[in-house]
Nanobody, 118 residues
């Protein structure tokens, strides 16, 4: 069973930066290249919301309006990994961040906590 494992969360002050990683395991390279990958987040008491995505071609990216200009998504298929570089973090970015992969099926990671203090 393929898995996605996130890392890189933590506590940071407002204005700071964090870099999240999501590595795929139990998946061969050729299969991974077919997946469109994304980050979602869920704040306490809130619904899971879209943050950013990157297509399998590595060229097409999309961002939620709330993170445009501050977050950057990237991927390296040879490492079966995506990243989310988060700059100028705000308290409202506090959430559990989830990695998502979508091809013929859909995969979710277990989530990593990001807490931004004011």
């Amino acid at each position: 069973q393929a898995q996605l494992v996130e890392s890189g969360g933590g506590l940071v002050q407002a204005g700071g930066s964090l870099r999240l990683s999501c590595a795929a395991s139990r998946m061969i390279f050729s299969t991974y290249t077919m997946y469109d990958m994304a980050w979602y987040r869920q704040a306490p008491g809130g619904q899971r919301e879209f943050v950013a995505s990157i297509a399998s071609d590595r060229r097409t990216t999309n961002y939620a309006d709330s993170v445009k200009g501050r977050f950057t998504i990237s991927r390296d298929n040879s490492r079966k990994t995506i990243w989310l570089q988060m700059n100028n973090l705000k308290p409202e970015d506090t959430a559990v961040y989830y990695c998502n992969g979508r091809a013929r099926d859909e995969l979710w990671g277990q989530g990593t906590q990001v807490t931004v203090s004011s």
